[in-house]
T-cell receptor, first 111, second 114 residues
């Protein structure tokens, strides 16, 4: 059973470009979570999705950020018009219940 | 709002020795879960151990055990017989029952000296 998969592992964007981060949950998991980790910080919750539904987006910035988890395919975290402050590691997790299993993260660098 | 505090930014331990990492949390809830995650240099977040608040018995996973003091809102991690592969950032996390959000502390960097 493959773990949570994220790609790309590293992403470099210039200010103003769009960043798309993908997450494939573990087989059988229908809950996906996105977290952001700034340097020297713990992870901060962004959004919780189930298939085709956003359940909780209370941690997501209201502008430029969006997330989806379509019926088919991976979950996508999209950041439009990236700024330097968006540089961080973005982790996806999936869950069948209580425990969450994290992917390896995508490190976004905004030049 | 719930908060998780890890007061030790860095810790070190000799190989084969025991080390304890501290974590305190603040909540008014009675139903919650606590976790320790390990983040090695690869940055992969790995679940080490979890504790349900309603369970009085401390959780144990091989060389890893916790000291859960509910009244004191303390949840420390003990690593016995430390190995070089234990070197990593360790994050304490809290989740309220019925919620899906994990609240993380800022982490403790553990160094294991040969």
């Amino acid at each position: 059973n493959a773990g949570v998969m994220q790609n790309p592992r590293h992403l470099v964007r210039r200010r103003g470009q769009e960043a798309r981060l993908r997450c494939s949950p573990m087989k059988g998991h229908s809950h996906v979570y996105w977290y952001r980790q700034l340097p020297e910080e713990g992870l901060k919750f962004m959004v919780y999705l189930q298939k085709e539904n956003i359940i909780d987006e209370s941690g997501m910035p209201k502008e430029r950020f969006s997330a989806e988890f379509p019926k088919e395919g991976p979950s996508i975290l999209r950041i439009q018009q990236v700024v330097r402050g968006d540089s961080a590691a973005y982790f996806c997790a999936s869950s069948p219940g209580t425990s969450k299993f994290f992917g390896p993260g995508t490190r976004l660098t905004v030049l | 709002a719930q908060t998780v505090t890890q007061s030790q930014p860095e810790m070190s331990v000799q190989e084969a020795e025991t080390v304890t990492l501290s974590c305190t949390y603040d909540t008014s809830e009675s139903d919650y879960y606590l976790f320790w995650y390990k983040q090695p240099p690869s940055r992969q977040m790995i679940l080490v151990i979890r504790q349900e608040a309603y369970k009085q018995q401390n959780a144990t996973e091989n060389r890893f055990s916790v000291n859960f003091q509910k009244a004191a809102k303390s949840f420390s991690l003990k690593i016995s017989d430390s190995q070089l592969g234990d070197a990593a950032m360790y994050f304490c996390a809290y989740r309220r029952g019925g919620s899906e959000k994990l609240v993380f502390g800022k982490g403790t960097k553990l160094t294991v000296n040969p």
